[in-house]
C-alpha cells in the first residue's frame, strides 16, 4: 500500500506581504470553507539521527496544542493514509514508548534507534474546512504563521487531503494553484529540518563499497579506508550529540574495521600510515569504549528489571541512576575529545595518508588477491589462538580471541565484493556464530567489572543498591560460567569448518 | 490487527450501535480503526455521515477487481475509517459464492490492512448465511449482544451449535447484554440468571437508554454527544471488556 513515488503537492507559502488571518478569511468564502478556532501549536519533528521515519515514508510530530493538549501525529508522505493522532502527555524516546497504534506501525522502521527532536516549529493554525450536505468533512486547509528556529516567520497553506475524497482535494489543489500570491513549498518537516541546518533524510552515511576484483590492490586498500573514515565522519555529529547509542556503536565499528585492515594489510601500506597513526587509532577506541560499556550495561539494567523481583527495583533505580551519571560525564570527555584538536589532525592526516597510498606505483597485485591475502592472514591467526582455548583459559586469552574473530570478520564484509561468494558467505556465518559465542563470555565480563568499579567507587550506596549490585553480579558470572563451559566445543566446531572450507580463490 | 465482528441473527438487538461506538473509543485510544459496514441497510455508514456508496460494488471488492483500500473512507474523527455500505451488499452471498473459498474471501480482503490498521470492526447483517460464515472466517471475536430476554438466550444457543459444526478453528464468542432495561422484571431475571451460567458473557452491559436512540439525530457515536451518560459508560466498559478479552 506504499504508494506512488511522486505525490501530490499539498504546501503552498504565500508571499510575503499576506498575512494568515486575511489569507483564510480570503479563502473561505472562495472556496466554500467553514472556519474553525484558531490555535496555537509547538511542533517538534521525531525522527532517528539517521532519518529512518522520513526515509520510509514516516513523520512523526509532537504536537502541543495550548487549548486541546499534546499529541502524538503519525503521517505518511507518499500515501493517502489517515493520520494518526494518538493523545498523550509523554514524549517517546524509543519504540518502546510509542503509544496506541503507533508501536506497531513505526517500531519495525525504528528498531533500536532512539527518537530524537530533528526540527521544531511554532505555528499559529487558522483551520478550515469543506463540508458536504451531510455534515462530513471532505477535505481540510490549515492556513499557518509558521516560525521556525531563526528562519523567520512565513505564512504557509496545507491542504490536508481526506482520504476517500480524492476528486474534492484535487479540485481544491487546483483553486490554491490559481492563487496569485501562492507557490508550491517543501513539506512542512524540510521546511523545519533545513531551517534547523540539516537536510531532512541524508544521513550523510556513504554508500556501500563495491571493489573491482580485478582493480589494484592499493586502489582497493585505499577506497576501504576512506568508506570507513567517510563512515565515521557521517556519525560524529550524533556521537558527539549523545543522541543514540547505535551511532557510537557505528562509530566504533568505523574506528575497529579501520584498525583491522591496518594490522592486516601492513606490509602494503607505508610506514607512516602503519606507524604513525596506528597510536592515534588506539587512542580513538579507547576514548569511546567507557560510553559503549556503559550503554550496554544500561541496557542490561533494562532487562534486569523484568527478571528481578519488585522489591529490588528501589536499589536497581539508583544503580541505574548511578550509571546514568558516569554516561553522562563519559559523554562529556568523548564530546570534548572529538572536538579537540588531536581528533581533527587523526581525520586530516589519515585522509592524506590514503590519498598517497592510491597515487603509489603498483606492485601488479590485484583486488582479488589482496582480499585473498588478508582473509588468510586474519584466519591464520585467529585458527593459531583458537587452538588454545580451553576451559580454563584466562579472560585476557578468550578476549584476544574475541578480536582476531573479529578481525576476520571485518575483514570478510570489507572485501566482500572481492572474495569467491560462497567461501566469504559460508566464512561470514561461521564467523558470526562464533563472535556471538565469544560475546555471551566476555560482555558479561565487562559487566562484571563496570558493577565492581561503581561498587568501589561508590561507598554512599544505599545497602539495598549494593544488594542489587550483587544480584547482578551474581547472574553475570553465572551466565559467564555456563559460556565459558560451552566455548571450547564451540571453537573447536569452528576450526573444523574452517579446515574443512578452504578458502579457494573464484 | 484484530478483526471484531458485531454479529446476531436477530435484528434490531444493537449490534450497529455497538460496532459504532467500539470502533469509535478504540479509534479515539490511539488505535488506527477501521469499520466495514456490512449491512445493505448502511446504518452504521449514516451515524458517520458517509454516503452509501461503493465503487464497483460488492461483486467489484468480493472478486478483487476492486481493491478494498479504494472504498475506505475518512470519517469526522480521529483515527476511525470506513468502508461504507452499498445497496449491492445485499447480493454478498452470490458474489461470495462465486469465488473458490468463500468462507476465507474476507479475510483474504482484509489481511493486506495489517499494517495499517489495530482493529477492524465488521458490522453484519442479521443473517446465518454464506456471509456470516466468511465473518466467522475472518474474525478474531465475535461480539454478540443480547437483549435479556428468553428468545434471545435461544438464539445465541443456536449459534454456538451452529459454530461448534464447523470444521477448525472458530472465533472467540464475546456476548454482552444490550438494551438491558433493569426496570423490567424479565431483564433483570434474565441477567441474573445467564450471568454465572455463560462464560462468553461480558460483565460490561449496554442500557437501553434514549442517547442510543439519539445517535441517528446527532449521527455520532454516544461519546461524542452525550459523554457522562448511561450509555456512554457501559460502552465505555464495553470496550474495555472487549480489549482485554482480545489482546
Same mark, same amino acid.
Given at each position: ?32 470553507l ?23 515514508g ?82 481540510r ?28 482535494a ?160 563519559a559523554?562529556?570527555?568523548l ?56 576451559v ?5 586469552v ?13 575483514t570478510?564484509e570489507?572485501?566482500?565484493?572481492a ?25 558479561n ?51 573444523e ?7 579457494r580463490?573464484? | ?14 449490534k ?46 468480493? #472478486?478483487?477487481? /476492486?481493491? =478494498?483500500?479504494?472504498?475506505? %473512507?475518512?470519517?469526522?474523527? *480521529?483515527?476511525?475509517?470506513? &468502508? ?5 451488499y ?10 473458490? #473459498?468463500?468462507? /476465507?474471501? =474476507?479475510?483474504?480482503?482484509? %489481511?493486506?490492512?495489517?499494517? *495499517?490498521?489495530?482493529?477492524? &470492526? ?16 475472518a ?7 443480547m437483549i ?54 461480558l ?45
Amino acid at each position: 500500500m506504499k504508494g506512488s513515488a511522486s505525490p501530490p503537492r499539498n504546501w503552498w507559502q504565500a508571499s510575503n506581504r499576506t498575512s494568515a488571518r486575511q489569507l483564510a478569511r480570503r479563502l473561505a468564502p472562495s472556496i466554500g470553507l467553514v472556519p474553525g478556532p484558531v490555535a496555537r501549536l509547538e511542533r517538534v519533528y521525531l525522527d532517528t539521527v539517521d532519518w529512518r521515519l522520513f526515509r520510509h515514508g514516516e513523520v512523526l510530530v509532537d504536537e502541543d496544542d495550548k487549548a486541546a493538549g499534546h499529541s502524538l501525529v503519525s503521517q505518511s508522505r507518499h500515501t493517502d493514509r489517515s493520520d494518526l493522532v494518538v493523545h498523550t502527555s509523554m514524549r517517546p524516546r524509543t519504540a518502546a514508548d510509542l503509544p496506541g497504534g503507533l508501536g506497531p506501525r513505526l517500531t519495525p522502521v525504528l528498531g533500536a534507534r532512539p527518537l530524537v527532536e530533528v526540527a521544531h516549529e511554532h505555528a499559529e493554525v487558522w483551520p478550515l474546512r469543506m463540508v458536504d450536505a451531510d455534515g462530513k468533512t471532505v477535505a481540510r486547509l490549515d492556513v499557518e504563521r509558521v516560525e521556525s528556529h531563526d528562519a523567520g516567520a512565513i505564512v504557509r497553506v496545507h491542504l490536508r487531503s481526506v482520504r476517500g475524497y480524492t476528486g474534492v482535494a484535487r479540485r481544491m489543489r487546483a483553486a490554491l494553484d490559481a492563487q496569485a500570491d501562492l507557490v508550491a513549498t517543501d513539506e512542512p518537516i524540510v521546511f523545519a529540518g533545513r531551517a534547523a541546518g540539516v537536510e531532512p533524510g541524508n544521513d550523510r552515511r556513504p554508500a556501500p563499497l563495491r571493489l573491482e576484483r580485478s582493480g589494484r590492490a592499493v586502489d582497493a586498500l585505499a577506497a576501504v579506508l576512506l568508506h570507513q573514515l567517510d563512515t565515521l565522519i557521517a556519525c560524529e555529529a550524533g556521537v558527539r550529540r549523545g543522541l543514540d547509542p547505535e551511532m557510537l556503536h557505528d562509530f566504533r565499528i568505523a574506528v575497529r574495521r579501520t584498525r583491522s585492515v591496518v594490522r592486516l594489510a601492513r606490509s602494503h601500506l607505508s610506514r607512516d600510515l602503519a606507524k604513525v597513526w596506528e597510536s592515534e587509532w588506539d587512542w580513538l577506541a579507547t576514548i569511546t569504549s567507557t560510553s559503549r560499556d556503559l550503554d550496554v550495561l544500561l541496557e542490561e539494567i533494562d532487562a534486569a528489571r523484568l527478571a528481578l523481583p519488585a522489591e529490588a527495583k528501589r536499589g536497581l533505580d539508583e544503580i541505574e541512576e548511578l550509571v546514568q551519571e558516569r554516561r553522562a560525564d563519559a559523554q562529556s570527555t568523548l564530546s570534548a575529545a572529538l572536538a579537540g584538536d588531536r581528533y581533527g589532525t587523526l581525520k586530516r592526516g589519515w585522509r592524506v595518508g590514503i590519498a598517497e597510498l592510491a597515487a603509489n606505483e603498483s606492485e601488479g597485485l590485484t583486488t582479488e588477491a589482496l582480499a585473498d591475502e588478508l582473509v588468510a592472514r586474519a584466519m591464520r591467526q585467529l585458527q593459531q589462538r583458537a587452538a588454545a582455548v580451553t576451559v580454563d583459559s584466562t579472560a585476557d586469552v578468550i578476549h584476544d580471541v574475541r578480536k582476531r574473530t573479529k578481525r576476520l570478520r571485518y575483514t570478510l564484509e570489507l572485501f566482500d565484493s572481492a572474495l569467491n561468494r560462497k567461501t566469504a558467505k559460508t566464512y561470514q556465518r561461521a564467523t558470526k556464530r562464533l563472535q556471538d559465542h565469544l560475546g555471551a563470555f566476555q560482555d558479561n565480563v565487562v559487566y562484571h567489572r563496570r558493577v565492581t568499579q561503581l561498587l568501589d567507587e561508590s561507598p554512599q550506596l544505599a545497602p539495598e543498591a549494593v544488594a542489587v549490585a550483587r544480584q547482578l553480579m551474581t547472574v553475570f558470572d553465572e551466565r559467564n560460567t555456563a559460556a565459558r563451559v560451552e566455548l571450547p566445543e564451540h571453537v573447536q566446531r569452528f576450526v573444523e569448518e574452517m579446515s574443512a572450507t578452504s578458502h579457494r580463490r573464484r | 490487527m484484530k478483526i471484531l465482528s458485531t454479529y446476531s441473527i436477530k435484528g434490531g438487538v444493537g449490534k450497529t450501535s455497538a460496532a459504532v461506538n467500539l470502533a469509535y473509543l478504540a479509534a479515539r485510544d490511539g488505535e488506527p480503526t477501521l469499520l466495514w459496514d456490512l449491512d445493505p441497510q448502511g446504518s452504521a455508514t449514516y451515524l458517520l455521515r458517509v454516503r452509501p456508496k461503493v465503487k464497483g460494488g460488492a461483486k467489484g471488492i468480493i #472478486r478483487k477487481r /476492486r481493491p =478494498l483500500d479504494a472504498a475506505i %473512507r475518512a470519517t469526522n474523527f *480521529e483515527n476511525l475509517d470506513l &468502508v461504507p455500505a452499498d445497496l449491492s451488499y445485499r447480493h454478498l452471498d452470490l458474489a461470495l459464492d462465486k469465488t473458490k #473459498r468463500p468462507t /476465507r474471501r =474476507l479475510e483474504s480482503l482484509l %489481511r493486506p490492512l495489517a499494517d *495499517e490498521y489495530s482493529y477492524i &470492526v465488521l458490522d453484519c447483517a442479521p443473517s446465518m448465511s454464506l456471509v456470516s460464515e466468511s465473518v466467522f472466517g475472518a474474525s478474531d471475536a465475535l461480539l454478540v449482544p443480547m437483549i435479556p430476554t428468553t428468545l434471545s438466550t435461544r438464539t445465541l444457543e443456536q449459534l454456538t451449535e451452529f459454530l461448534d459444526g464447523r470444521p477448525g478453528a472458530h472465533p472467540k464468542v464475546l456476548t454482552f447484554f444490550s438494551l438491558a432495561d433493569r426496570r423490567k422484571r424479565l431483564h433483570r431475571e434474565v441477567m441474573a440468571t445467564l450471568k454465572p451460567k455463560n462464560a462468553t458473557l461480558l460483565a460490561a452491559a449496554v442500557p437501553s437508554s434514549t442517547e442510543v436512540e439519539q445517535m441517528g439525530r446527532h449521527r455520532a457515536p454516544v461519546a461524542v454527544f452525550a459523554p457522562k451518560s448511561r450509555a456512554a459508560v457501559g460502552y465505555e466498559a464495553l470496550w474495555r471488556a472487549v480489549r482485554d478479552a482480545v489482546p
